[in-house]
């Protein structure tokens, strides 16, 4: 969705020597380096490769004859089939981590069985593809060698099994330490936030707390020279191996985390839509998406998404935002239970959506960096920007300017009991918000295509299109 | 990236160094599973399927 610029490195992958991504023609090309030349033909010549695609569990990509960015150190050329849209794991909802960390899991048993091993497994190297979580770093494997440890443990317990922990024992909200955590949440920081008696857990006790310990204790190079010593004949035998694979596996399968008592929980049994509205509505916008036909949808404040299924029923890719992790864990339920494959459900608060993150600010893009959306929904939610959050109409023109080309909106009057309700614990100092306030400054910057009032309700829908 | 506080000093050495504590253990899980497994077998009772397709479907199925 963001212009992709000719010929330039992305700032995602400049960590690892093996490769990196570049975007040529409004395509991703992943360089694959001499150096990493044999890990790469083993992963493709053991069956590794076809084994995982078949499993759906890593990208798809064909070599090419591109010509590489950087010659002298390229080996190939790969381009992998194109994921329409990044998200990271602090936008995840619980289950959507947990079966992303499945995955991982998956892909290193899949790997140990064709003698290969994960040197990564970072929650960045997944991506939900089609409704599921796919590994999307190629060069993420290298050849098992005999008696070596998990190089990739540390990573695995600090961007999977510390949040996940973290969320299903203390507090669903603390996956945003990994908004704060680029490397995953610390071990020591996750250790401390954890009741004591995840103690009791053999996994938890392991690979959080005793391996927390085991950092502090041999962190300075004295004490591990004098351990390794002593451990100089201890090697990880491959069975050693496969047993601490299945335990991570074992402990995160036994986290669980039910979305009940939040916000939005039963939202819809709580609307003051009759039946008859609610169809309504439906109708609209099912209608307005059959005639623009966009090339995706961004649904935001989208709850369970039971409108962004309006599009993403006619085949049209549609991503639902939502600020409450219950409504997005609900969706995100439904869409494995439906087997969809056309709509993601994510986390995202709009009054303080995803920054740039990482180094120099561009390891992981904001939200609106990845914008622009070919269609937006706005449905029932400018009421808590504007009165709950005192963004003026002209702000929140000027944003939804920025999100998307066509805009789907609904306008919530003063006159409706929801906003009533708002304005029951706070002086209305809100004189602009009425309808010929919200159509002349949404005027301003988008041509108002329809308005439609809903049947049996104060609120309008408008189709609108942005002004350049 | 091991984000430290102290600088010089490295949480990966722990990360290596648990796993080989905890090896003899897990590895010895795995074993007493594939023996068992073997019993199970000689007493003509069947292992839970676990081949590699249902292995797959774990992701899916969770």
């Given at each position: 969705m963001t212009t992709l610029k000719n010929n330039e490195r992305l700032s995602t992958s400049f960590r690892d020597p093996s490769g990196f991504l570049f975007a040529r023609d409004e395509k991703l090309y992943r360089q694959v380096n001499h150096s990493y030349s044999q890990?790469?033909?083993?992963?493709?010549?053991?069956?590794?490769?076809d084994r995982l695609l078949k499993a759906n569990l890593l990208i798809p990509h064909t070599e090419v004859g591109v010509q590489p960015i950087e010659p002298k150190s390229a080996f190939k050329v790969i381009c992998p089939e194109q994921v329409r849209f990044i998200s990271y794991p602090y936008e995840w909802s619980f289950s959507q981590l947990k079966d992303a960390a499945l995955a991982t899991i998956a892909v290193q048993k899949h790997a140990l069985k064709f003698e290969m091993s994960l040197?990564?497994?970072?929650?960045?190297?997944?991506?939900?593809?089609?409704?599921?979580p796919i590994l999307i770093d190629t060069l993420s494997?290298?050849?098992?060698?005999?008696?070596?440890?998990w190089v990739a443990y540390r990573q695995f317990c600090q961007h999977f099994l510390a949040p996940l922990a973290l969320m299903?024992?203390?507090d669903v909200r603390l996956s945003q330490l990994m908004r704060v955590y680029i490397d995953g949440v610390p071990l020591d920081l996750a250790s401390r936030l954890l009741p004591a008696s995840t103690c009791l857990n053999f996994g938890l006790l392991t690979h959080i707390h005793l391996h927390a310990r085991a950092q502090m204790r041999y962190a300075d190079a004295g004490a591990v020279n004098d351990r390794l010593e002593k451990t100089s004949r201890e090697r990880m035998t491959k069975q050693a191996l496969q047993g601490l694979i299945e335990s991570l596996e074992n402990t995160v399968?036994?986290?669980?985390?039910?979305?009940?008592?939040?916000?939005?929980?039963?939202?819809?049994?709580?609307?003051n839509y009759t039946d008859s509205a609610f169809e309504h509505k439906k109708n609209i916008i099912s209608e307005w998406v059959r005639r623009l036909n966009p090339r995706q949808v961004w649904d935001v404040g989208a709850n369970n998404g039971v409108f962004t299924r309006l599009a993403s029923a006619q085949g049209i890719p549609?991503?639902?935002?939502?600020?409450?992790?219950?409504?997005?864990?609900?969706?995100?339920?439904?869409?494995?239970?439906?087997?969809?494959?056309n709509i993601l459900p994510l986390v995202q608060d709009l009054t303080n959506p995803s920054p740039?993150?990482?180094?120099?600010?561009?390891?992981?893009?904001?939200?609106?960096?990845?914008?622009?959306?070919?269609?937006?929904?706005a449905l029932a939610v400018i009421h808590h920007?504007?009165?709950?959050?005192?963004?003026?109409?002209?702000?929140?023109?000027?944003?939804?300017?920025?999100?998307?080309?066509?805009?789907?909106?609904?306008?919530?009057?003063?006159?409706?009991?929801?906003?009533?309700?708002?304005?029951?614990?706070?002086?209305?100092?809100?004189?602009?918000?009425?309808?010929?306030?919200f159509e002349r400054i949404f005027g301003a910057r988008f041509a108002i295509l329809e308005k439609v009032k809903v049947r049996e309700s104060e609120r309008f829908l408008y189709l609108m299109e942005k002004r350049d | 990236m091991n984000y430290s506080p102290l600088p010089y000093l490295d949480p990966g050495s722990g990360s290596i160094i648990i796993q080989l504590a905890l090896a003899a253990l897990l590895g010895l899980g795995v074993f007493v599973r594939s023996q068992w497994t073997r019993i199970k077998k000689m007493f003509g009772i069947k292992p839970k399927q676990m081949d590699e397709n249902e292995e797959n479907d774990d992701v899916e199925k969770q």
């Amino acid at each position: 969705m963001t212009t992709l610029k000719n010929n330039e490195r992305l700032s995602t992958s400049f960590r690892d020597p093996s490769g990196f991504l570049f975007a040529r023609d409004e395509k991703l090309y992943r360089q694959v380096n001499h150096s990493y030349s044999q890990d790469y033909t083993f992963l493709i010549e053991s069956g590794l490769y076809d084994r995982l695609l078949k499993a759906n569990l890593l990208i798809p990509h064909t070599e090419v004859g591109v010509q590489p960015i950087e010659p002298k150190s390229a080996f190939k050329v790969i381009c992998p089939e194109q994921v329409r849209f990044i998200s990271y794991p602090y936008e995840w909802s619980f289950s959507q981590l947990k079966d992303a960390a499945l995955a991982t899991i998956a892909v290193q048993k899949h790997a140990l069985k064709f003698e290969m091993s994960l040197k990564d497994a970072s929650a960045y190297n997944i991506q939900f593809h089609k409704g599921k979580p796919i590994l999307i770093d190629t060069l993420s494997f290298e050849v098992y060698k005999d008696g070596a440890p998990w190089v990739a443990y540390r990573q695995f317990c600090q961007h999977f099994l510390a949040p996940l922990a973290l969320m299903a024992k203390t507090d669903v909200r603390l996956s945003q330490l990994m908004r704060v955590y680029i490397d995953g949440v610390p071990l020591d920081l996750a250790s401390r936030l954890l009741p004591a008696s995840t103690c009791l857990n053999f996994g938890l006790l392991t690979h959080i707390h005793l391996h927390a310990r085991a950092q502090m204790r041999y962190a300075d190079a004295g004490a591990v020279n004098d351990r390794l010593e002593k451990t100089s004949r201890e090697r990880m035998t491959k069975q050693a191996l496969q047993g601490l694979i299945e335990s991570l596996e074992n402990t995160v399968k036994q986290l669980e985390w039910k979305p009940v008592g939040t916000e939005w929980g039963d939202y819809y049994n709580m609307t003051n839509y009759t039946d008859s509205a609610f169809e309504h509505k439906k109708n609209i916008i099912s209608e307005w998406v059959r005639r623009l036909n966009p090339r995706q949808v961004w649904d935001v404040g989208a709850n369970n998404g039971v409108f962004t299924r309006l599009a993403s029923a006619q085949g049209i890719p549609a991503i639902a935002f939502d600020i409450d992790p219950a409504a997005v864990e609900q969706n995100y339920r439904q869409v494995k239970s439906a087997r969809e494959t056309n709509i993601l459900p994510l986390v995202q608060d709009l009054t303080n959506p995803s920054p740039s993150l990482g180094w120099h600010t561009r390891e992981r893009n904001a939200f609106l960096e990845r914008a622009p959306a070919d269609m937006v929904f706005a449905l029932a939610v400018i009421h808590h920007l504007a009165i709950s959050n005192n963004v003026p109409l002209y702000l929140l023109a000027d944003f939804f300017h920025d999100l998307g080309k066509w805009l789907v909106i609904e306008f919530v009057p003063k006159t409706d009991s929801q906003v009533q309700k708002l304005l029951a614990s706070r002086l209305d100092i809100f004189d602009q918000y009425t309808v010929d306030d919200f159509e002349r400054i949404f005027g301003a910057r988008f041509a108002i295509l329809e308005k439609v009032k809903v049947r049996e309700s104060e609120r309008f829908l408008y189709l609108m299109e942005k002004r350049d | 990236m091991n984000y430290s506080p102290l600088p010089y000093l490295d949480p990966g050495s722990g990360s290596i160094i648990i796993q080989l504590a905890l090896a003899a253990l897990l590895g010895l899980g795995v074993f007493v599973r594939s023996q068992w497994t073997r019993i199970k077998k000689m007493f003509g009772i069947k292992p839970k399927q676990m081949d590699e397709n249902e292995e797959n479907d774990d992701v899916e199925k969770q």
